[in-house]
């Protein structure tokens, strides 16, 4: 007797792209306030007081749905994957704080955008699946759209340029450990662990050059970056959840155009075709990556 699987839940695309509209607007947001704070602070600074901000509310959450069982709650069940988890999100973090300062929005963004192609790359590495040829081709395309985004030779290559790649990659290995992690543990812990680590991480790094208090033109910027911290992930969660990766991933790269514009409103940054042109190379790869090649029907 054969037992059937239940039936996967249906797609709700119209309700997933509201959640990513949410999503989009919190990383926009987010980029907007990471700018405005950073005239005062560096970006270990900035990243204390946004990891403390979610903590607080994370610490909140924890306190009024577990009372009285927190630590079952929290608990880790791998303390050291936790630990390689933040490091990797907070340095990745960092990166794109810093890069937003130095690079047009645009280019950073879409440089941030090869994270997924990165996750096909280190995937075998970290959580043992197999590199394929069609995998090392789908890298490539997606790394000759990281040309087309930098243009080295053409225009000065800048440590903004290097910060995005970095960044990307880093957040790529965040996603594989949260994988692993999620293994065991739920998003409640992960959440917990990511604050109040990067609090620590901001608050020790940020004594280096001296610790500057925010003057009060700021903290409504820095609440805002906390809060956006949050609800972008939170977002983009729920929308995966009611869709699945091949409807909300082509959704994401609207923030592209929609950052190179608040670029241009806010910064006077140049829109420049080649960065949609590299955008839109870089958004092939990560489709191809996300859709699975149809399997050969073997010969009679």
């Given at each position: 007797m054969t037992v059937q699987a239940p039936p996967l839940p249906e797609a709700q695309p119209f309700k997933?792209?509201?959640?990513?509209?949410?999503?989009?607007?919190?990383?926009?947001?987010?980029?907007?306030?990471?700018?405005?704070?950073?005239?005062?602070?560096?970006?270990?600074?900035?990243?204390?007081?946004?990891?403390?901000?979610?903590?607080?509310?994370?610490?909140?959450?924890?306190?009024?749905?577990?009372?009285?069982?927190?630590?079952?709650?929290i608990c880790p069940t791998s303390p050291r994957l936790h630990l390689a988890r933040n490091i990797f999100h907070f340095t990745g973090q960092n990166l794109w704080f810093y890069g937003i300062m130095v690079i047009p929005l645009s280019q950073l963004v879409a440089l941030e955008f090869t994270s997924p192609i990165w996750v096909a790359v280190l995937a075998p590495l970290v959580v043992g699946e197999i590199f394929t040829r069609r995998r090392l081709w789908i890298a490539l395309l997606g790394f000759s759209g990281i040309l087309i985004v930098a243009q080295p030779g053409v225009q000065p290559l800048s440590s903004g340029h290097l910060a995005g790649v970095l960044c990307a990659i880093a957040f790529a290995m965040n996603l594989l450990l949260t994988k692993?992690?999620?293994?065991?543990?739920?998003?409640?812990?992960?959440?917990?662990?990511?604050?109040?680590?990067?609090?620590?991480?901001?608050?020790?790094?940020?004594?280096?050059?001296?610790?500057?208090?925010?003057?009060?033109?700021?903290?409504?910027?820095?609440?805002?970056?906390?809060?956006?911290?949050?609800?972008?992930?939170?977002?983009?969660?729920?929308?995966?959840?009611?869709?699945?990766?091949?409807?909300?991933?082509?959704?994401?790269?609207?923030?592209?155009?929609?950052?190179?514009?608040?670029?241009?409103?806010?910064?006077?940054?140049?829109?420049?075709?080649?960065?949609?042109?590299?955008?839109?190379?870089?958004?092939?790869?990560?489709?191809?990556?996300?859709t699975k090649p149809k399997l050969r029907r073997p010969a009679v």
């Open positions: 997933a792209a509201l959640w990513m509209c949410g999503a989009i607007a919190s990383f926009t947001l987010m980029a907007i306030s990471g700018r405005a704070i950073q005239v005062e602070l560096n970006s270990f600074e900035l990243m204390f007081w946004r990891s403390l901000i979610g903590f607080a509310i994370i610490g909140t959450l924890v306190l009024s749905l577990h009372r009285g069982a927190i630590w079952s709650a692993r992690i999620m293994r065991h543990d739920n998003v409640l812990c992960v959440l917990f662990w990511m604050t109040a680590l990067q609090t620590l991480f901001g608050l020790a790094l940020a004594q280096w050059g001296g610790f500057t208090w925010p003057s009060l033109a700021i903290w409504g910027w820095i609440v805002l970056v906390g809060l956006t911290g949050l609800s972008a992930h939170y977002c983009l969660t729920s929308a995966l959840g009611l869709a699945p990766a091949t409807i909300v991933a082509p959704m994401e790269f609207f923030r592209l155009p929609i950052i190179a514009l608040v670029g241009m409103a806010l910064y006077s940054e140049a829109l420049d075709p080649f960065v949609f042109l590299g955008g839109a190379v870089i958004f092939a790869a990560n489709w191809l990556n996300l």
